[in-house]
């Protein structure tokens, strides 16, 4: 069925060519966030800019230093490292932990004025690649120690925050905590309750409040922990909640810790609820300003998710290393396991999700820092992609090694014990699909609203909405052998345009609460900007004449096919009667189940 | 007396890369293939970086010849503690043709040129295992040598080394200025911590070539071809001490 049928004249909400000063504009940077890929997907927009070339913004003394920081570290894990014992032992051996410190690992982020290495996030990113073939655990608490928790200080801190707390904590010889979530606060953030009162000096705010599942909560001296600051209006007796981020240490008395939680993986990291009774925080450690707490923690996590796809890259290059060296040796039925078809699928599988998650990784790190603006969908669109595929291809792997890969000995089992979290933690899948979809149609629909009060002239109702100039500078933008793919691509970005219209239409504001619907513009907005990475990547390698460009042409094209698969049934999921019915159903079965408590069906043999 | 130390680094495929044969048997693959500094050399650094920090050596100047990216082999000499570095530049494919000879001239002239007192290299490199520079170059100085050390002690004016050989542990005793080749346990060499990796940035590394310096590095043998081992025949089984002897005999063994 051609659903585009149901989208209405294009008089009323069209694709507004740019007018000739915009177009202007627009030429002089691809860093600002009309150039952004992800957005303009939304608006029938092929923006290609910040995606190809594949961008490149390391100078070489900066590879250089990633070079010999892989080596060190690289040392680090196969002689120190015992990723083994410290999830059978709940913790980190200390002394490896010294040896840790000694090489850097704790300063990674921190300008060099401060005592860190001011690594930029690609070399940060191809640096943590490694960490994340060796151990997730580890990762973890590095992670919420530097990329968030003193990560605040690097984009809020103001001179005195970062000269009193950065040196200690580059050293190591403070560990920083990130603290926001609480019992009723997870995904809803602005729901937290922890309250930060000012005392009647003016010189404290007075904290009072409960965290739970804070990484590093047992361990950390610097906090950085989100609470509501109440406040009156002028002349109203409404109080309002203005969130705020504090910087706080364990010294200031009344924090307190409980024991580490008892977790499916994870196990080495410290993870504890922090409670905060009373504690005199004074008004210079305000991070940012009052009010802007949600802000803040926002662009924390938004800033450090490149991290969390660059560590799922290091993982499923092992998992496809350890799926290979398992299939090319292990026989059955009197063949190798690599001579089968089904053991071929996801062998292929693995090697071009690794691919894909590599590539978006390193396009987000790369344009970070060439400094595009506003990266939040890009981010956020990786982290999904990243963590889901990644415990996909765990799953699978496990899978090719057969009862060998539910053994201890084989080490696949504790990977995947703490890959689960990562689809839950710094931003669950779930809500940030509904944010992705939603950030993008609202912005569209602002646009191209204020397109059309400005616009003068009517389009004909047969204008496309992308124009074919649009679909050839993409083809263009790739290598030769790869424009039938990028002609896939295209025409997937066109019907996700015509879709997005549709519902706007069909639904107006009221979309945003459309879930069924946004979920599924979600999933197809993360496939198409994984798409243009793929081929940006892809077309870098056969331009470069790289040795492995023939292979990566392979996994860019076969990728693409199967991609666009997935947009199709997305698409289609959203406009065909049926699946809109069984919405409806969804809905339906949940609400009888809940009242219900528990299944609400007869057992076949009726008791 | 405070010794100068000169100590040189090659640049060699990483001892854990699958090795492969080019398919015209003209070498091995070097193209996007990882490369590090030659292990032996890495341990002969840390020994001259230690000489420092006893305050027995004022200072160590790492040298490496051969291409362009042989400055990051450098640059992980300078991040390990060597003070200054020497890259003689050789690009390829005239570095794939660069013998023990033209090395050992090159340390020479340098070794006079920087006044050094004492020369540390690898026992051997892990690509070609010559294990020939370390020698040549005494030879060429009139230097004594103390190869395939596994400990040196500086004692006045001259080193107690102590030698890996076939029977056990020799020990000798050399006047310096003196060349030492490191073998395996001589030391543990230290990671680079990134404090190090920073500082070594502000470290100096001198560019010069063979004509710089005047010296001839053409080769004297030349490679006919590179080919793998052959491939590991499948054994047999035998009952007996006589069956054995009978194969033995059958395939002219004995």
């Keep these: 069925m051609n659903w585009r049928s149901l989208s209405i004249s294009s008089s009323l909400l069209q694709s507004i060519q740019p007018t000739p000063s915009v177009a202007a504009q627009q030429q002089s940077s691809i860093l600002g966030p009309q150039h952004s890929f992800a957005m303009g997907i939304f608006m029938n927009q092929m923006n290609t800019k910040q995606i190809f070339p594949f961008p490149d913004a390391l100078s070489e003394e900066s590879k250089d230093?990633?070079?010999?920081?892989?080596?060190?570290?690289?040392?680090y894990f196969d002689q120190v490292h015992d990723a083994v014992a410290n999830d059978a032992n709940e913790?980190?051996?200390q002394k490896a932990m010294e040896t840790y410190k000694q090489l850097g690992g704790l300063g990674l982020l921190a300008p060099e004025e401060y005592g860190g290495f001011g690594l930029l996030s690609t070399q940060y990113a191809r640096l943590i690649e490694l960490f994340g073939g060796h151990d997730l655990s580890f990762s973890i608490t590095i992670g919420a120690h530097q990329s968030l928790g003193y990560k605040g200080l690097l984009l809020y801190g103001n001179e005195q925050q970062k000269n009193k707390y950065l040196p200690m904590l580059s050293s190591g010889q403070k560990l920083a905590a990130y603290c926001l979530t609480e019992p009723t606060a997870g995904s809803d953030a602005n729901s937290i309750r922890t309250t930060a009162v000012l005392d009647d000096d003016g010189q404290h705010y007075i904290l009072n409040g409960n965290k739970i599942w804070i990484t590093n909560g047992g361990l950390a001296d610097f906090m950085v922990v989100f609470a509501q600051v109440p406040h009156s209006k002028d002349h109203s007796n409404e109080v309002q909640n203005a969130m705020t981020a504090f910087i706080v240490e364990r010294d200031y008395g009344g924090v307190t810790s409980s024991p580490p939680e008892k977790k499916?993986?994870?196990?080495?990291?410290?993870?504890?609820?922090?409670?905060?009774?009373?504690?005199?925080?004074?008004?210079?450690?305000?991070?940012g300003k009052v009010g802007e707490g949600f802000k803040v923690a926002v662009n924390i996590l938004n800033n450090g998710r490149f991290a969390l796809s660059a560590l799922m890259t290091g993982f499923t290059r092992m998992l496809l290393t350890k799926s290979i060296q398992h299939v090319?040796?292990?026989?059955?039925?009197?063949?190798?396991l690599i001579e089968f078809q089904s053991i071929q699928e996801k062998i292929a599988q693995i090697a071009m999700s690794h691919y894909a998650i590599e590539s978006v990784a390193f396009l987000v790190s790369n344009n970070m820092d060439r400094g595009v603006e506003n990266l939040q969908l890009e981010a956020a669109i990786g982290k999904i992609y990243a963590t889901e595929t990644a415990w996909d291809c765990c799953d699978e792997c496990i899978q090719l090694l057969g009862g060998a890969g539910y053994m201890r000995e084989n080490h696949i089992e504790r990977f995947m014990r703490d890959v689960r979290v990562y689809r839950i933690f710094e931003g669950a899948s779930d809500t940030l699909r509904q944010f992705i979809a939603t950030t993008g149609i609202r912005n569209a629909a602002k646009v191209l609203s204020q397109k059309h009060s400005?616009?003068?002239?009517?389009?004909?109702?047969?204008?496309?909405?992308?124009?074919?100039?649009?679909?050839?500078?993409?083809?263009?933008?790739?290598?030769e052998p790869l424009r039938p793919s990028a002609a896939q691509l295209a025409q997937q970005i066109e019907d996700f345009g015509s879709v997005v219209e549709h519902l706007l239409f069909k639904h107006g504001k009221h979309i945003a609460n459309q879930q069924f619907l946004l979920t599924r513009i979600a999933n197809a907005s993360i496939e198409l900007y994984v798409m243009a990475a793929v081929l940006s990547r892809a077309t870098n390698a056969i331009n470069e004449n790289l040795p492995t460009s023939d292979h990566e042409q392979l996994l860019a094209t076969t990728f693409v096919t199967k991609s666009c698969e997935r947009v199709k049934a997305n698409l289609n999921s959203i406009m065909s009667p049926d699946s809109l019915s069984c919405f409806t159903a969804f809905s339906q079965i949940a609400d009888q189940v809940s009242r219900n408590e528990e299944a609400l069906t007869t057992r076949p043999i009726g008791f | 007396m405070a010794l100068r130390v000169l100590v040189g680094c090659k640049r060699v495929i990483d001892y854990a890369v699958k090795v492969r044969v080019k398919p015209d048997k003209t070498g091995v693959v070097t193209d996007g293939v990882k490369h590090s500094i030659n292990p032996f050399d890495e341990i002969a650094i840390e020994e001259a970086v230690r000489l420092k920090e006893k305050k027995i050596a004022s200072e160590v100047v790492a040298i490496s010849c051969g291409p362009k990216q042989c400055q990051e082999t450098l640059r992980t000499a300078l991040a390990m503690g060597a003070d200054r570095a020497i890259h003689v530049e050789i690009p390829e494919p005239q570095s794939?043709?660069?013998?023990?000879?033209?090395?050992a001239k090159i340390f020479s002239k340098l070794a006079k040129e920087e006044d050094v007192n004492l020369i540390i290299v690898g026992k051997q490199a892990i690509d070609d295992d010559c294990n020939q520079t370390g020698q040549l170059t005494a030879a060429l100085l009139d230097w004594p040598q103390g190869t395939f050390a596994s400990e040196i002690t500086v004692e006045g004016e001259h080193m107690k080394v102590i030698r890996e050989i076939d029977g056990g542990l020799e020990t000798i005793k050399v006047k310096m200025p003196a060349v030492i080749s490191a073998d395996l346990r001589l030391n543990e060499p230290r990671y680079a911590t990134l404090p190090n990796i920073m500082k070594a940035k502000k470290k100096k590394i001198d560019v010069k070539t063979p004509a710089d310096l005047g010296i001839d590095i053409s080769p004297r043998t030349e490679i006919l071809s590179v080919e793998d081992p052959p491939v590991r025949q499948a054994g047999s089984k035998v009952e007996d001490v006589s069956e054995l002897v009978g194969k033995l005999k059958s395939h002219g063994f004995i």
């Design chain 1, 454 to 479: 400005n616009s003068t002239t009517v389009m004909d109702d047969n204008s496309s909405n992308v124009t074919s100039s649009d679909r050839d500078e993409l083809l263009q933008q790739v290598a």
């Design chain 1, 328 to 336: 090319n040796q292990r026989q059955q039925f009197g063949h190798k």
């Design chain 2, 96 to 103: 794939n043709t660069l013998e023990p000879l033209g090395v």
């Design chain 1, 91 to 93: 913790s980190f051996d």
């Design chain 1, 65 to 75: 230093t990633v070079k010999l920081a892989l080596d060190s570290f690289g040392r």
């Design chain 1, 264 to 287: 499916m993986g994870l196990k080495s990291s410290n993870t504890t609820a922090v409670y905060f009774d009373n504690v005199k925080v004074p008004v210079q450690n305000v991070l």
